[in-house]
């Protein structure tokens, strides 16, 4: 699963980006390998990450990011 973004760190979102990126080539050439990238899903209307799924430092993951993150990776264990 990629890097997600998150509102405190949103400062360094343009390195996040590019160290997502690192572990595809790994993923892409290997067999039984899923890229799951959850970026864009984090990010609000507004194009910032939505503040529901943080607790209140607004770095860690909040219990309704987690639901999502498993929504995100049920369709690859299939």
């Known amino acids: 699963m990629s890097i997600g973004p998150s509102p405190v ?6 390195k996040q980006q590019q160290a997502k990126l690192l572990p595809k080539e790994f993923i892409d050439a290997g067999e039984n390998l899923d890229d799951i990238d959850v970026w864009n899903q984090f990010l609000g209307a507004d194009g910032k990450p939505q503040e529901e799924f943080f607790v209140t430092d607004r770095l860690h993951n909040s219990g309704s990011s987690y639901k999502f993150r498993v929504e995100a990776v049920r369709p690859c264990l299939k």
Request: proline share 0%; glycine share 0%.
């Open 9 to 14: 760190c949103w400062s360094l979102a343009a």
